[in-house]
Structures are given as structure tokens and as C-alpha cells.
């Protein structure tokens, strides 16, 4: 079965830093590979996505994300955040021809002024 | 409308009565999700329609669980005999996925909270 993990619970940052959240997925097939945002009190929507090519693919609002085969990881990254990337970030994959996304337990950002 | 629309957005009920929660997707996307959030975790899988069948049912917890979209539009969520677990909030997605590729770009509502007394 498919499962994602993502390490940090709760990452709190000043603005300016630069971000990386981590994803690990587990499924021995073809993927692809999505991180979706929700911002406070919004629904749910699609920050970037990979589905084969070059790895680092690149995203709205200037995140990013690598995929790394070999590590089965698909990490989230921005050079520097600002306040308004306050959000809960979750990390998702479908696997082969199947349909439904299998999601991570989400990682809450939380960028200081 | 322009998004996914789901009613009702709370609803609070006590323990062993019927709910159902209605998700009107996206006109002409053929895929339909039902996802289910409890607080401090991600989206958890439910069920998953193509048109009008459910090409996924795994993700239902018990036989409680029950979703149709009789005409491959608007879709119903019922469950049965609740309990205080069950208490979440439930999500819609849409999606133009026709069950070929897959490119993961689902189109979430804003959830229905359900509460469980």
C-alpha cells in the first residue's frame, strides 16, 4: 500500500529563511508526486506537482520540490519565505493508474513577520 | 458554480442518528473524491467515483459509510448510526481525470464539519 510521511509536525520560521519540508512516499512503481497548501480558514489547492522529466520542478509563489528516486523523497523547498506563506502544507501520491491521492499527515508552517 | 460546493458547511448531531453531507463538483469533471480530515492529520482517503460508480471504495471505514452520485454529478455522503469518532471534517474533490492519467490536480471544497455529540 501507498503511504506518505512527512518529518516535521511544525516548523516556525522568521521571514526571510529559507523553507525545506520533507516528504518520503513509499510504492515501488511509477508515481507522481503533489504538494498541496492550505492557507487559514481556505480550501485545500494544488502548489506543484511532478510527474516525469527533471526532477526539480517549480511551483507557484516560488516554491519548489526535487524528487530523488533513490531516496523516494519529494521535498518542498523556498529560498525565502515570507508571512504570507503561513499555511498547512501537505505532501501527496498516486501511484501507477490508480485514482485516489494518498496524502501525508501535513506540516503547519508558521513564518514570523 | 465556479468551485466545488459542499453542504452543509457544519452540521452537529448526536450520537446514532443519520447525516448525509451533499458535494456538487465542478460542472463536467468526471471524477469525484470524498476525503475525510481530523484535526492534526491529512486528508484521509473515502472514496473515489468515475461517473456515476465508484471506481474506489476502499477508504470507507465501515459499512456505515455509504456515497452515491446516481448521475454522475452531484454526490451524497450518508452515514449511518454515527458515532463520536466519526466526528471530522469532510471533504469533496473534483477532478477532469477520466481514469486514464491521472494529473492529480484535485479541486477541493471547503469542507463539511461534522461534530458528533
Known amino acids: 500500500a501507498q503511504s506518505v510521511s512527512q518529518h516535521n509536525h511544525h516548523v516556525i520560521l522568521s521571514e526571510a529563511a529559507s523553507l525545506e519540508l520533507g516528504c518520503n512516499y513509499s510504492?515501488?512503481?511509477?508515481?507522481?508526486l503533489f504538494w498541496y497548501v492550505q492557507y487559514p480558514g481556505q480550501h485545500l489547492q494544488l502548489l506543484l506537482k511532478y510527474f516525469s522529466g527533471d526532477p526539480l520542478v517549480k511551483g507557484i509563489k516560488g516554491f519548489e520540490a526535487e524528487f530523488i528516486k533513490s531516496k523516494f523523497s519529494f521535498n518542498l523547498r523556498k529560498p525565502s519565505v515570507q508571512w504570507s506563506d503561513t499555511a498547512e502544507y501537505f505532501c501527496?501520491?498516486?501511484?501507477?493508474?490508480?485514482?485516489?491521492?494518498?496524502f501525508g499527515k501535513g506540516t503547519k508552517l508558521s513564518v514570523k513577520p | 458554480g465556479a468551485g466545488v460546493s459542499q453542504t452543509p458547511s457544519n452540521k452537529v448531531t448526536e450520537k446514532g442518528k443519520y447525516v448525509e453531507l451533499r458535494c456538487d463538483p465542478i460542472s463536467g469533471h468526471t471524477a469525484l473524491y470524498w476525503y475525510r480530515q481530523s484535526l492534526g492529520q491529512g486528508p484521509e482517503f473515502l472514496i473515489y467515483?468515475?461517473?456515476?460508480?465508484?471506481?474506489?471504495d476502499s477508504g470507507l471505514p465501515n459499512d456505515r459509510f455509504f456515497a452515491v452520485r446516481p448521475e454522475g454529478s452531484v454526490s451524497t455522503l450518508k452515514i449511518q448510526r454515527t458515532e463520536r469518532g466519526d466526528s471530522a471534517v469532510y471533504l469533496c474533490?473534483?477532478?477532469?481525470?477520466?481514469?486514464?492519467?491521472?494529473?492529480?490536480?484535485?479541486?477541493f471544497g471547503e469542507g463539511s464539519r461534522l461534530t458528533v455529540l
Open positions: 501527496a501520491v498516486v501511484g501507477g493508474s490508480q485514482g485516489n491521492l494518498i
Open positions: 510504492y515501488g512503481g511509477t508515481v507522481n
Open positions: 467515483f468515475q461517473g456515476t460508480g465508484a471506481a474506489d
Open positions: 474533490a473534483s477532478s477532469p481525470f477520466t481514469g486514464i492519467v491521472n494529473t492529480g490536480e484535485l479541486f
